[in-house]
């Protein structure tokens, strides 16, 4: 395997890690200015995999910051890996998150983002956004990148196929025919999920950059609505 570095929006760099034998693919995402974040951490067994691609954009000791959608393995395993290589990064995350759990397994303070609260890294302003429970646990989040138009949103339109690092392609069918025939098993599904995505939707989206496929630019609104519905009735069906 090895890691794959593309630009996919102004001064956003995807990190892509493709496992064949899952046929399932890890986004991480190092956006630059004049503090550096990167969002998604990986696993810690792809550390050595993707911290090579990432210094071929930026020297690793300029990364300031270090985020996440929620707590999970290919989202923050590595997270104190890459404190170690930066020693002047912090982990950002939303309040919950740093309350149940990032302030116990973070090698250093985390800084907690409530809601709507912007961090401005110079060249980029991004929102954090609470979405509980979408798709996961309740420290789950979205963080909106208002410079660019960019929504980092996570585990939202996974699909298990080899993607490129951007894509005009349909991202919501390839993801819901995942979800429908694993009956939503990976999804903590609540009667918000729809309200949560909806409220995504209805910001100035312009590139989607999920986790698990390839970066969409286009009509961002389109498929958000389309996955709102899409839980809508998956919360409202028998179980």
Same mark, same amino acid.
């Given at each position: 395997?090895?890691?794959?570095?593309?630009?996919?929006?102004?001064?956003?760099?995807?990190?892509?890690?493709?496992?064949?034998?899952?046929?399932?693919?890890?986004?991480?995402?190092?956006?630059?200015?004049?503090?550096?974040?990167?969002?998604?951490?990986?696993?810690?067994?792809?550390?050595?995999?993707?911290?090579?691609?990432?210094?071929?954009?930026?020297?690793?000791?300029?990364?300031?910051?270090?985020?996440?959608?929620?707590?999970?393995?290919?989202?923050?395993?590595?997270?104190?890996?890459?404190?170690?290589?930066?020693?002047?990064?912090?982990?950002?995350?939303?309040?919950?998150?740093?309350?149940?759990?990032?302030?116990?397994?973070?090698?250093?303070?985390?800084?907690?983002?409530?809601?709507?609260?912007?961090?401005?890294?110079?060249?980029? &302003? %991004?929102?954090? @956004? /609470?979405?509980?429970?979408?798709?996961?646990?309740?420290? *789950?989040?979205?963080?909106? +990148?208002? !410079? =660019?138009?960019?929504?980092?949103?996570?585990?939202?339109?996974?699909?298990?196929?080899?993607?490129?690092?951007?894509?005009?392609?349909?991202?919501?069918?390839?993801?819901?025919?995942?979800?429908?025939?694993?009956?939503?098993?990976?999804?903590?599904?609540?009667?918000?999920?729809?309200?949560?995505?909806? &409220? %995504?939707?209805? @910001? /100035?989206?312009?590139?989607?950059?999920?986790?698990?496929? *390839?970066?969409?630019?286009? +009509?961002? !609104? =389109?498929?958000?609505?389309?996955?709102?519905?899409?839980?809508?009735?998956?919360?409202?069906?028998?179980?």
């Amino acid at each position: 395997m090895e890691t794959r570095a593309a630009e996919v929006a102004d001064g956003i760099h995807q990190l892509t890690t493709h496992f064949p034998e899952m046929n399932f693919g890890f986004n991480q995402y190092l956006i630059t200015g004049d503090e550096p974040l990167l969002f998604h951490t990986g696993m810690r067994g792809i550390f050595p995999l993707v911290a090579p691609a990432a210094a071929t954009v930026l020297p690793l000791d300029q990364l300031r910051w270090i985020s996440f959608g929620h707590l999970e393995a290919d989202e923050s395993g590595a997270m104190n890996d890459w404190l170690d290589v930066a020693p002047a990064a912090t982990v950002v995350q939303g309040q919950i998150g740093c309350m149940v759990s990032i302030g116990d397994l973070a090698a250093r303070p985390p800084r907690p983002l409530a809601d709507g609260e912007v961090l401005d890294i110079g060249g980029h &302003r %991004l929102r954090w @956004l /609470d979405t509980p429970h979408v798709p996961h646990s309740w420290d *789950a989040g979205a963080m909106f +990148d208002e !410079t =660019t138009g960019t929504l980092f949103c996570g585990d939202l339109f996974a699909a298990f196929r080899e993607f490129g690092p951007t894509t005009d392609d349909d991202l919501l069918a390839p993801a819901l025919a995942d979800d429908e025939a694993s009956g939503w098993g990976s999804w903590s599904l609540h009667p918000t999920s729809g309200a949560q995505v909806r &409220r %995504l939707a209805e @910001l /100035d989206v312009r590139t989607l950059a999920p986790m698990h496929a *390839a970066a969409f630019t286009g +009509d961002c !609104t =389109t498929p958000l609505l389309g996955l709102a519905d899409a839980l809508d009735r998956a919360v409202a069906a028998p179980s």
